[in-house]
C-alpha cells in the first residue's frame, strides 16, 4: 500500500502559518499507530518552532539542548529560497525512522523543492526522537556519535576530542577567555567545545547530512550562546585543537556581550590584534612585519590610511595595516584609562565615512585631535 500523507497541522493559534510535514511514501513507521501519530505530530511542532529562539522550541530534548541548539540554527529560514523568490519553497520530508534503544527513534528528515520536474534538495537532518509522556522530543544525534570521545576539563571549559589534545592549547583558552570575559564584565561563562578535523565530518557528527549552503566548503566554526553557556563545534583542522587562535577568540567573546556589528570594526580588530595577534603570529611579531613593510615609508598618512585601507603580508595572509594602528591605540588607552576605556572606544558605533566618532573619542580619551592624528600616530609607532 502507497502512504503518502501530508499532514497539515494548524498552528494559527500560535499565530504562525500552518505547513506541510511530507511523510515518505513507502518507509516504515512504528507499528503501533497512536505512537506514530505522536511521534509526527511532535516532529511537526518541532520543526514549526525551529524557526523561531531555540530556547522557545517545547520540542528540543532538555538533556542535550545545547549540542541541540547548534544543529537548530541551521533549520532558520530553511524553507525559503531567494533563486525562486519562494518563502516556502523548501518542504520537509521524513525520510527515516529507526527504532533505536529505549523507545527512541533515529530520524531522517530532508527539505526539497520541486521545480517542474525536478526536485531539489536543500538539506538533510538526522534528529534523535526521545519519547516523553504522550510526545516525542528531538535532539541532535552529536552526544551519541561522540559517545566515545575523550574528554578534557580546565577551569570552565570542558573539550571533547577523538584522540588527543593540545592540552596548552586548551589551558591558554580558559584562561584567556577568563581573561576577556573580566575585562567585557560578563563572568561565569562556561565553555563547551568539540574539536573537529573538519566542516564535512563536523556537520555528520551534527546531524546535518547535507546542506546545499557549504558545498564546497571544508572548514568552519559554529558557536551558540545560551544561559551562560558557550558552545562551540571547530571544525578548522582542529581535531586535536592545534590551530587555536586567541585573536578570534577576543572576537568570540566580545560577540557574547554585544553584537559586532555595532562597535568600531576597526577598533574591534584592534583589541584582536593587540590582546591576540593574528594568524598564529603574536602581536609583536605582528608590529615587526608592520614597522618593516608599511611604517617603513615615512611618507604614510595615517589619517588617510584610515580612509583607504592599505595591506600588508605575513605569510600567505593579508593584514590591515589600520588594525595595527588601532591596536596601538587601544594599547595607550588601555595603559592610561584600564580596559574601561578601550570599552568606551569600541562602543562609538558602527564605522561612518570620515570618522568623526573616532576622533572625538580619541580626543576625549588620549588628547588627540583629528589634526594632531597624524603625528600622534607616529609617535606611537617610534615608542612601540
Ligand atoms: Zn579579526
Not at 615615512?298 to 590591515?320: C, I, V
Request: a negative charge.
Amino acid at each position: 500500500m502507497k502512504r503518502f500523507y501530508p499532514l497539515i497541522f494548524s498552528f494559527l493559534a500560535l499565530g504562525v502559518q500552518a505547513r506541510d510535514l511530507q511523510i515518505n511514501p513507502g518507509i516504515r513507521l512504528p507499528k503501533d499507530s497512536l505512537e506514530a501519530s505522536h511521534l509526527i505530530q511532535s516532529l511537526a511542532g518541532f520543526l514549526e518552532a525551529s524557526q523561531a529562539e531555540n530556547s522557545a522550541n517545547p520540542y528540543v530534548w532538555p538533556a542535550e539542548k545545547f549540542e541541540t541548539y547548534l544543529l537548530l540554527d541551521e533549520f532558520k529560514g530553511i524553507e525559503a529560497s531567494s533563486s525562486f523568490k519562494d518563502e516556502h519553497f523548501y518542504q520537509p520530508q521524513l525520510c527515516n525512522v529507526a527504532p533505536l534503544e529505549e523507545g527512541q527513534y533515529w530520524l531522517q528528515i530532508s527539505y526539497l523543492g520541486l521545480k517542474g520536474d525536478t526536485s531539489i534538495l536543500r538539506a538533510s537532518f538526522d534528529l534523535i526522537a526521545h519519547p516523553d509522556k504522550d510526545q516525542f522530543k528531538f535532539a541532535s544525534p552529536l552526544k551519541r556519535n561522540t559517545r566515545h570521545w575523550k574528554e578534557y576539563k580546565v577551569g570552565k571549559s570542558l573539550f571533547f576530542y577523538q584522540d588527543s589534545l593540545y592540552t596548552a592549547h586548551a589551558i591558554q583558552y580558559d584562561q584567556l577567555s577568563s581573561r576577556f570575559d573580566g575585562n567585557l564584565k560578563s563572568e561565569n561563562k562556561a565553555n563547551i567545545v568539540y574539536c573537529c578535523e573538519n566542516l564535512i565530518a563536523m556537520e555528520r557528527l551534527l546531524g546535518l547530512t547535507y546542506k546545499i549552503d557549504y558545498n564546497g566548503y571544508n572548514s568552519s566554526v559554529w558557536a551558540v550562546n545560551e544561559a551562560g553557556t558557550k558552545i562551540m563545534a571547530l571544525a578548522n583542522d582542529n581535531a586535536s585543537f592545534e590551530n587555536f587562535d586567541p585573536h578570534d577568540l577576543w572576537h568570540a567573546r566580545l560577540s557574547m556581550v554585544i553584537s559586532r556589528r555595532a562597535v568600531d570594526h576597526s577598533v574591534d580588530e584592534g583589541c584582536a590584534y593587540f590582546y591576540g595577534g593574528s594568524w598564529g603570529l603574536s602581536w609583536e611579531e605582528i608590529l615587526k612585519a608592520f614597522k618593516e613593510q608599511v611604517a617603513s615609508d615615512s611618507a604614510m598618512d595615517w589619517r588617510e590610511l584610515k580612509e583607504k585601507p592599505q595591506y600588508f603580508q605575513t605569510g600567505e595572509h593579508r593584514n590591515s595595516a589600520d588594525y595595527v594602528v588601532c591596536a596601538l591605540l587601544v594599547q595607550e588607552i588601555e595603559a592610561k584609562h584600564g580596559f574601561e576605556g578601550v570599552w568606551e572606544f569600541l562602543n562609538i558605533g558602527p564605522r561612518e565615512k570620515g570618522n568623526a566618532k573616532f576622533y572625538q573619542k580619541l580626543e576625549s580619551l588620549l588628547g588627540i585631535s583629528a589634526e594632531e592624528y597624524n603625528a600622534k600616530v607616529w609617535e606611537l609607532i617610534e615608542q612601540a
